[in-house]
């Protein structure tokens, strides 16, 4: 079994090169790593470092320019579209930096468009997004309303429960709580601390040293290279390590 | 995503933008009512001149004297004397021409007819009894001619609703006496209100015997026209072939070029106005379907800027899981949604226009004019319609789901 030998996520000698009109931008310049299933993984370091680069190619939402990415034992390219379609909408939930609501459409509705293209019957849809609402504490009066009528926490928190209402195996949360106050931040990470309790791989990238407490192991990334990469034990909950 | 999830967020997508595509929409809307309109109003032209054709009967053959003319100028086919009298004894003679039913020739002209101090110039025809039978009109008062009064030059006529409405407006015309060219003729029948035919106004006649009329009024010794009613409809082609070499042999014609007569049926007659009015519809339709084309234009420049704006949006619905063919068919459904939409307004303002105008036609003009639904033309509308959107919307759909998540989502 592929699974036995290869770990869920590795990168090797990963690198992206933008292509500017004048000028060409290395936000990675060869990052080798492995990620096993179940780990809580924070990626931190200085802006512009390649963090959001880095995590949109573990979350298949972009290509790099060289290197391996093995998700699972296969290799990035051995996908078709139709099957990272697939491994997006059913294993991984995206949690992105600016949200990316559909603007003009209610929270559940925002919340059910993975499930949709999931093929998940109607009913069941309604069901799972009002689940995963109330997992990220959003109070159900809030459901029917739309993006704009939101405060930029409770936006963020949509954007949370769209990622998990399909029950992912793996999380990439790009800097869930850099919109919030330290009390909803709070409870985004402890719904992540939950999911990573229930056997979930969480991974997150984040400025703050508090919500990097919730890791396992830290990542950092300067220039596009690992800087560090180490296994935290200072856990802020010292009662979930096993 | 199945079908049914597609095409409900495709019509999200279209409330979401409403007045924008119903203004889209306009040229399809355009397009498919003037092609509905020139096809409903073109097939009830043709029905009225195919009814008129058809209300003289399918089994009448006419034969016509000279050649077939070949424009309005061309006068010399159409005062010929070729037919004669010889010529009709042929016809009828039962084992040259075996399905032939009845012959009656016709000689016509305009003469001023005069009673008292009234005058009137009907279209004198000279007939035989046949007349009535043949084009299905008999008179209210009165009877037709006999054989008897045929072949001893009777001196009769048979009147039109209209001369006799002129020259006896309040008194019988029955049995009363008009002159024509100085010659005294007995009113034995008057024909009832019939009005305009595919030849003549019946409501304008004066019928005489042919015998009467060849000798005193017109003076001639050869027939306008030879009306033949085959034996059944399934015989006509027959009988047509019959009479060309009866006629041939009687004039001594072996070149069929140099024929002296011509022979039209009512198939004939169907035949051509059948393609006539085709053609001309079609010529019409494809006019029209020019503003399809810029219709289709306006649809595809408003799913590119459609398209760009929701950028953003591609770019999530892929990161949560759509694939390529999810984001292309949801284009594709969007715009082949909107153009469907606007082929089934532009049949219903189609049909509603040329309802109208048959009714305005009906009535104003007193044609025997019907409203027709072109089933055919609608469906073919909306599938039309509906090509115009898939044709014109998969540029912009390929475009809107070739793009890479990421790319998309970083779209300002
Ligand atoms: N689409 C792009 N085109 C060109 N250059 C880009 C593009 N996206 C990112 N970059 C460049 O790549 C580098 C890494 O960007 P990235 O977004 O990964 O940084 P980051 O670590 O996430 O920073 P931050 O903490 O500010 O979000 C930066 O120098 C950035 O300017
Ligand atoms: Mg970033």
């Not at chain 1, 290395?26 to 880095?54: R, W």
């Not at chain 1, 939101?150 to 936006?155: H, T």
């Amino acid at each position: 079994m592929s699974e036995n030998i290869f770990p869920l996520i590795r990168a090797k000698n990963l690198s992206k090169i933008y292509d500017g009109n004048f000028t060409e931008t290395s936000a990675l310049g060869g990052v080798s790593f492995d990620v096993e299933a179940g780990e809580f993984l924070a990626i931190m370091g200085p802006s512009g470092s390649g963090k959001s680069t880095l995590l949109h190619i573990l979350g298949f939402l972009d290509k790099p320019t060289s290197g391996d990415y093995y998700f699972e034992g296969k290799k990035m390219e051995e996908f078709n579209d139709e099957e990272l379609a697939g491994i997006r909408n059913k294993k991984m939930g995206f949690v992105f930096q600016s949200f990316n609501l559909l603007r003009r459409t209610a929270l559940l509705e925002n919340v059910k468009l993975p499930l949709k293209y999931a093929g998940i019957a109607e009913k069941e849809q309604d069901a799972m997004a009002r689940r995963a609402l109330a997992a990220v504490n959003l109070p159900e009066e809030t459901f029917s309303h739309e993006p704009s009528q939101l405060s930029g926490g409770e936006q963020q928190r949509a954007a949370i429960a769209r990622a998990i209402v399909n029950n992912p195996s793996i999380i990439f949360a790009d800097e869930p709580t850099g919109n919030l106050d330290s009390k909803s931040g709070e409870i985004v990470m402890q719904t992540l601390q939950k999911l990573n309790n229930e056997g979930n791989t969480v991974i997150l990238i984040t400025h703050e040293t508090f919500t990097a407490e919730y890791a396992q192991r830290i990542i950092r990334l300067l220039d596009g290279q690992i800087e560090s990469d180490n296994r935290v034990s200072n856990r802020r909950f010292n009662g979930f390590i096993k | 995503m199945n079908a049914k999830n597609t095409l409900k967020t495709a019509i999200t997508g279209l409330k979401m933008q409403r007045s924008r595509s119903l203004l889209t929409i306009l040229g399809i809307v355009i397009g498919i009512t003037a092609i509905i309109m020139v096809t409903a109003l073109g097939q009830g032209a043709q029905n009225l001149i195919l009814g008129e054709i058809r209300s003289i009967g399918s089994k009448v053959i006419a034969v016509a004297p000279g050649r077939q003319p070949e424009g309005p100028t061309d006068f010399i086919s159409m005062f010929s004397d070729s037919l004669k009298e010889k010529d009709l004894a042929v016809l009828r003679k039962k084992e040259n021409v075996p399905h032939l039913a009845k012959i009656m020739p016709i000689v016509f002209g305009s003469e001023v007819m005069a009673y008292q101090a009234d005058t009137y110039r009907p279209t004198i025809i000279g007939g035989t009894d046949l007349f009535a039978e043949i084009y299905d009109t008999y008179p209210d008062k009165g009877r037709i001619f006999t054989e008897e009064e045929i072949k001893s030059y009777a001196d009769v006529v048979i009147i039109g609703f209209k001369v006799k409405n002129e020259l006896f407006p309040d008194s019988d015309a029955l049995n009363q006496k008009v002159r024509i060219k100085g010659r005294n003729f007995r009113v034995i029948g008057i024909l009832p209100h019939k009005g305009q035919s595919s030849f003549f106004n019946f409501d304008e006649i004066a019928v005489l015997p042919y015998t009467t009329a060849q000798r005193y009024i017109f003076g001639i010794k050869y027939f306008n026209r030879f009306t033949v009613e085959a034996d059944s409809e399934d015989s006509v082609l027959q009988t047509v072939e019959d009479i060309r070499i009866t006629l041939r042999n009687s004039h001594g014609i072996t070149d069929p070029a140099k024929d002296d007569f011509f022979i039209e049926t009512q198939a004939s007659a169907i035949d051509m106005v059948g393609t006539i009015t085709s053609v001309l519809t079609l010529f019409l339709a494809s006019i029209a379907a020019i503003s399809l084309l810029v219709g289709g234009i306006g649809i595809m420049n408003i799913m590119l800027v459609s398209v760009t704006e929701r950028t953003r949006e591609i770019g999530l619905r892929k990161a949560v899981g759509a694939t390529a063919k999810d984001i292309l068919r949801q284009f594709l459904f969007e715009a082949a949604l909107l153009t469907m939409l606007g082929g089934i307004i532009g049949i219903l303002l189609g049909a509603l226009f040329s309802f109208g105008i048959s009714l305005i036609l009906s009535k104003a003009l007193a044609l025997s004019w019907a409203f027709v639904f072109p089933v055919k033309a609608a469906l073919l509308g909306l599938i039309i319609s509906a090509a115009v959107g898939l044709i014109f919307g998969l540029y912009p759909a390929r475009k809107a789901s070739s793009k890479n998540p990421i790319e998309s989502l970083r779209y300002e």
